[in-house]
């Protein structure tokens, strides 16, 4: 219970942390906006209209993901340039308990990428929000939400070795975009890619909202997203807890 | 000469000093490989959709690759300035400030050059696009002028910067815009009149069109046109660079709110 608390109560503080930076705020606005409006005029392009609801979902899910990778990169970042990292991590709960909390609330306020796509989608261009599943695709929101927020964990961790996160984040978009299939259907890429996608919690979070958008096995996407997020969170909470006691014992933490 | 000496050493010190950020680590990670990564996204969404060819995505792309770089870096050449409480000392320059700060958009535009050289390097590597070696210097020109005009084009933004204390979400927003209004990735024939017309006046726009022409053989001739529009853009946005640093620098010492952030 006490767990669960500091998580809950972790998440909603980094997210009210997050809406009161005007920077945050004014991409998280706009941006999601821009990708789905391009979305749209490629999918018309490409004489496709009849998907521009999937488009519109995979766009908001792209908004979700550089929300998170964002976040991710910059929860340990940020941490360390306003000096309150050796202070979290002194807390005597686990890191994760810290760190997951920063990871999973940008996941949550990514999710208005999601509902800002689809909005828009339908206010401006007029796509019938016309969900296969419509309570399926509330699950699969939020098992993306879960899956992605323990996914950034995992990158989280990694970033605390690094002293420049951002030049692992930054280039981390597309690659995920492209191999989850957000956009793009994986069986148009190399075959080698397809062992890569298959164990990204992304692929599985995009696959079960597609299939709750145009209909599909969505329950078994779900289950797979959710048991890759969890995969995802115990990595995470090995290497984050590694990776401090090496950055402890150089005395390197705030300056890794 | 002085002005010609102040310009290029007092850019490629300023560039020195204000990009600092920049590991190498830093460098190919958000230079090179986000935008290959890009060109990848878009090049396999157009074989999907049948939107275009491989060609009309990788030449788009290789030319918005230098966006990032030379937005961010024109902004940066302000804002920078401004954040490390050193812009008051390069205001008191007797030399012309208008001539410092487009100095300053040279070292980005150069660096914007490698990189959309690299991406498109990258295209024909990794997708099999072929280009008439006849082309080259033609694509070389209209990768050049759409470097130079979006380094004019972050000027300005970074101009904003003296009036505006977050100019940053101005650059990441005016960025992101570059991807949808100037036809990089979508036939701008599919876009409606205003986006089309918006686009005309940013960068990029006509150095894809350019470039595209050149990509297909058609010579520097058939390119010519959009090579010029370019330009001309690019000279459009230094004079509001200017300007807007010459108003902005007036309004700031009058109100004293030089520095402040």
Known sequence: MRTLRTLLIGTVLRAKHLSRSPFEVALALVIPLVQATLAVY?????????????A?????????????L???????????????????????????????????????????????????????YGIP?????????????????????MFG????????????????????????????????????LPAWTAPIAAVLPTTWGARALREATVGGPVWPSIGICLALGTVCLVLGAVLLKSFERRARASATLALA | MRTLRLIGIGGALAYRALFNWTTPAMYVGTLLAGPTFQLLFFAYLGRQLQVADDRFFIVGNAVLAASTACVFGGTMAVANERRYGTLGHVLLSPRSRTVVFWGRVL??????????????????????????????PGLALALAAGSLACGFFGLTLGALGLRF????????????LLLLLTGVNVPRDGLPDWMITVGQLLPITNAAEAARLLAAGRGLEAAAPALGRELLVGVGYAVLAALLLKVFEAESRRRASLETL
């Open chain 1, 42 to 54: 490629l999918f018309q392009a490409g004489d496709e209209p009849h998907r521009l609801l999937e």
């Open chain 1, 56 to 68: 519109a979902v995979g766009a908001g899910l792209m908004g979700v993901w550089a929300s998170v």
């Open chain 1, 70 to 124: 964002t976040g991710s990169g910059g929860a340990i970042q940020h941490q360390r340039f306003e000096g309150t990292l050796e202070i979290i991590m002194l807390t005597p709960r686990h890191p994760v308990l810290v760190v997951l909390p920063l990871t999973a609330a940008t996941a949550v306020t990514g999710c208005y990428a999601l509902v800002a796509t689809l909005l828009w989608g339908r206010i401006v």
């Open chain 1, 129 to 149: 929000i016309d969900l296969a599943h419509p309570l399926a695709f509330g699950a699969a929101t939020l098992a993306c939400i879960a899956g992605l927020g």
């Open chain 1, 153 to 188: 964990l995992l990158l989280a961790s990694t970033f605390i070795l690094l002293r420049n996160a951002n030049a692992l984040a930054n280039p981390l978009d597309y690659p995920i975009w492209l191999l989850s299939g957000m956009l793009v259907p994986i069986s148009v």
């Open chain 2, 107 to 136: 070292p980005y535009a150069g660096n914007g050059l490698l990189i959309a050289a690299f991406t498109l390097l990258m295209g024909v590597l990794l997708l099999g696009l072929r280009i008439p070696a006849a082309a080259l």
């Open chain 2, 165 to 176: 204390r977050d100019v940053w979400v101005v650059s990441n927003v005016s960025a992101a």
